[in-house]
């Protein structure tokens, strides 16, 4: 790994604190459900090899992505764990997902019927997740075509039902489970009914972080855990739900894996009354000490943070001076004595006592902690650290 003093920007990813959040994980599930890790939109922007290898060193069995690229890619570099493709394949690329060794998502019968064509071309016998509608009427397959997709599957000598799987609509954005108990109604119904048609051996899973954090009757066989592997709560509600049910103590459960760090590349002393940036937006009030970062909104930095958001700097907060542009931001440091040229800065995360946290970022940004993590920019390098 290059020296990070060559680098203007960079991502640490503490591998103590994702081993804290699986652990977690485990004692929660207990010995009867097994964890899934959704790697999906880059690892949630840690680098999807990275948090793939973190999820091995923790003996993580299964790896759910989104796209067959994100599986050829896991497979390409040796990861030869379960995987799990979530999302939707194109027909054409039917051939290379069966190649591919994951087990793929199933929800409608043409793309079943291409699925059984590839997989009989191949030779192969491909793992089948079949997804149900619930209630969050996205990606699924509705219960009066379930009979229909069952019996399809059944005269499928190449796909094997491994997994009946469904996922909720309302359990992060509110602190009332009622649309979730009926969708765990409605996938209760379904599994029952993929029994009565014969089937045997498959394995269900439903829950995702919130679900598996506040609802031990949604863990079933498997939970497919995103977010909070990371170290983030899903949301206010789940953590208000957490704290109300279980009390305090609950603080440190999960850990932020994540720390985003820049240099300062100039410092300089401009005038009272001297404007900063693109569109003059912010204007000096006293003389001003500046310094620049070489980072913007293309690396993930949102610009909804201009003239709102902090960074660290010698463990204390800098706040943003005018518009974030696409590659430069400023920042105010002239009540942070002693700041040097390529001192370090953390855009996110810990330094010292003070603390920049997704969750802050994405109140400031108008959106949620995931939207601020999936989109840290793929090019910032990651690294692992104790
Ligand atoms: C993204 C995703 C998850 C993970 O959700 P988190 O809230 O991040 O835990 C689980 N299941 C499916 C189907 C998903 O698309």
New binding site residues.
């Given amino acids: 790994m290059e020296p990070m003093t060559a680098r203007h920007q960079w991502m640490e990813l503490s591998r103590s604190a994702y081993a804290h959040n699986i652990s977690f994980f485990r004692r929660l599930l207990g010995p009867r459900a097994a964890l899934a890790v ?1 790697v ?1 939109a880059n690892g ?1 922007g840690h680098g999807l090899l990275e948090t793939a290898g973190l999820a091995r060193e923790n003996g993580v069995g299964m790896l ?1 992505v ?1 796209t067959l690229d994100e599986a050829l890619t896991l497979r390409g570099a040796g990861f030869t764990e379960p995987v799990l493709l ?1 999302g939707p394949v194109p027909i054409a690329r039917s051939g290379e997902a069966a190649l591919s060794g994951a087990a793929l998502v199933a929800y409608d019968e043409e793309q079943v019927a291409a699925l059984e064509r590839a997989a009989a071309a191949t030779g192969r016998t491909v793992d089948i997740h079949l997804k149900v509608e619930t209630g969050t009427h996205r990606q699924g397959v509705m219960p009066e075509r379930l009979g229909a997709l069952l019996d399809l599957l059944n005269r499928s000598p190449h796909l094997r039902l491994a997994a009946l ?1 469904s ?1 909720f609509a309302n359990i ?1 954005d509110t602190t009332d489970p009622a649309y979730a108990l009926g969708q765990l109604r409605r996938f209760r119904e379904a599994c029952a009914a993929v029994e009565q048609q014969g089937f045997t051996g498959f394995e269900r899973h439903l829950a ?3 679900a598996a954090i506040l609802f031990p009757e949604t863990h079933f066989d498997r939970v ?5 592997q990371y170290g983030l709560w ?1 949301s206010k509600e789940t953590r208000l739900s957490y704290l109300t049910r279980y009390g305090a103590g609950a603080e440190h459960l999960l850990r932020p894996v994540l720390c985003w760090k820049t240099r300062i590349v100039q410092i300089k002393d401009i005038p009272s009354g001297s404007f900063i940036g693109y569109g003059c937006t912010y204007q000096t009030t006293r003389t001003s000490r500046i310094a620049i970062l070489p980072i913007g909104y293309s690396d993930g930095y949102d610009r909804q943070l201009s003239n709102s958001a902090h960074v660290l700097v010698k463990g204390q907060r800098a706040p943003v001076r005018g518009r974030v542009a696409m590659n430069l931001t400023a920042i105010d440091i002239t009540d942070i004595p002693g700041v040097e040229l390529e001192d370090e800065v953390v855009l996110l995360g810990r330094q010292g006592e003070q603390e920049v946290s997704a969750d802050r970022l994405a109140e400031m940004a108008g959106t949620i902690n ?1 939207e601020i993590l999936s989109r840290l920019a793929p090019h910032i390098p990651r690294i692992v650290v104790p």
């Fill in positions: 959704v999906k949630y759910c989104h979530l799987y996922h992060e995702s972080s919130a497919r855990v995103g977010i909070a899903p995931y």
